[in-house]
C-alpha cells in the first residue's frame, strides 16, 4: 500500500473493529473486572464473539426469504430487494443462501431432512410456527413456475413433507406458500415452501 494513502474500510470491517474493541475492553472490564487480561480476550472471548457474529448472515437471510403472510418489519425492504432480485438471470446463479444452509456453512434449526429435500425453521418467523421446506438439489427449479414435467414427483414430496409438518405443529390449520417472481415477492430463487401456522392466518394475505 503507497505510503501517505489511507484506503476506506468496508462497513463489515468497521463493524468488526467495534465488536473487537468492545469485546476486549468493555465487556471484561464490566463483566470480570481484574480477571480479565489481553491473553484472555484473543484466546477466549475474541473468538467466541467473531463465531456469534457469523450467524449474522443467515438472520439477513430472513429478510431475503420474503415473508409469506404478515405485514412484518422486513416486508417493505423484501419486495424492493424482489423487484432487484428478479432483474438477474437465476438459472445461471452458483448458489444462494439455502445451498450454504444445506451443505451447513450456516446454522439453522432443522426439523426435518431426507435424501431429496430439508425443512428447517425460519430465524424471523412471521408466526409461531414458520418452517421453510426446500429440495436440496435446485436442478433448475428456481421457482414453481420453473418446474418441470419430470419433477413432479419431488414436488409432491415437497408437499408431503410440509403437510406432514403443518398437521404435526399445527392441529388447528396451517397455511402453505410458495412465492413466485417478481409479482410474488420472491427473493431467493431456490424453490422454497413456506409452512406458516400457530394462530389465526389473516385474508386476503397481502
Not at 89 to 104: M, Y
Request: positive net charge; glycine residues 6%; contains cysteine.
Amino acid at each position: 500500500m503507497p505510503c501517505g494513502k489511507h484506503y476506506p474500510l468496508s462497513s463489515e470491517a468497521i463493524a468488526m473493529r467495534r465488536l473487537r474493541v468492545v469485546t476486549c475492553a468493555v465487556v471484561p472490564t464490566l463483566a470480570l473486572g481484574r480477571l480479565a487480561s489481553p491473553s484472555f480476550c484473543n484466546a477466549w472471548l475474541w473468538p467466541r464473539a467473531a463465531m456469534a457474529m457469523a450467524t449474522v448472515p443467515l438472520v439477513m437471510a430472513r429478510c431475503a426469504s420474503e415473508s409469506s403472510d404478515t405485514t412484518g418489519s422486513c416486508s417493505s425492504d423484501e419486495v424492493a430487494r424482489a423487484q432487484s432480485a428478479a432483474s438477474r438471470n437465476h438459472d445461471n446463479e452458483p448458489q444462494t443462501i439455502f445451498d450454504r444452509i444445506i451443505r451447513k456453512e450456516i446454522p439453522a434449526k432443522v426439523v426435518h431432512e431426507d435424501d431429496r429435500c430439508l425443512a428447517f425453521r425460519d430465524v424471523n418467523p412471521q408466526a409461531p410456527v414458520h418452517i421453510l421446506v426446500i429440495p436440496r438439489e435446485r436442478d433448475g427449479l428456481t421457482q414453481l413456475s420453473k418446474a418441470r414435467d419430470d419433477q413432479e414427483s419431488l414436488l409432491g414430496h415437497l408437499l408431503l413433507v410440509a403437510r406432514r409438518l403443518g398437521k404435526q405443529e399445527c392441529p388447528d390449520g396451517f397455511r402453505v406458500v410458495i412465492n413466485d417472481g417478481k409479482h410474488g415477492a420472491q427473493s431467493v430463487y431456490h424453490l422454497h415452501i413456506h409452512v406458516v401456522g400457530g394462530r389465526q392466518m389473516q385474508w386476503p394475505p397481502g
